[in-house]
């Protein structure tokens, strides 16, 4: 699982932007400090952007081969009674 949070560098301790959610007590974390000066923030969240793509599609093929997923008929099926939609 790849989550990436925001966060200061201050005083010796690290600030988290916000609290992550589903990590373990004991997660291993890396850290990487940025140098405002060099740093387009637009870029940046772009980065960000591309690396939860990448665990997302991870996630994906572990529930693939963990036998995790359904027919996409069954899905399709789900989507026109949810939505009303005839087939």
Not at 31 to 51: G, Q, S, W
Not at 65 to 75: S, V
Request: no cysteine.
């Amino acid at each position: 699982m790849l989550k990436t949070i925001e966060g200061i560098y201050q005083n010796g301790q690290i600030q988290l932007a916000s609290l992550p959610q589903d990590v373990s007590d004991r997660s291993q974390v890396l850290v990487t400090f940025l140098d405002p000066r060099k740093i387009d923030p637009i870029k940046l969240r772009e980065l960000i952007d591309r690396l939860e793509t990448i665990a997302g599609i991870q996630q994906g093929f572990e529930e693939l081969n963990a036998g995790l997923t359904r027919p996409i008929e069954n899905f399709v099926q789900e989507m026109q009674q949810k939505y009303d939609i005839s087939g």
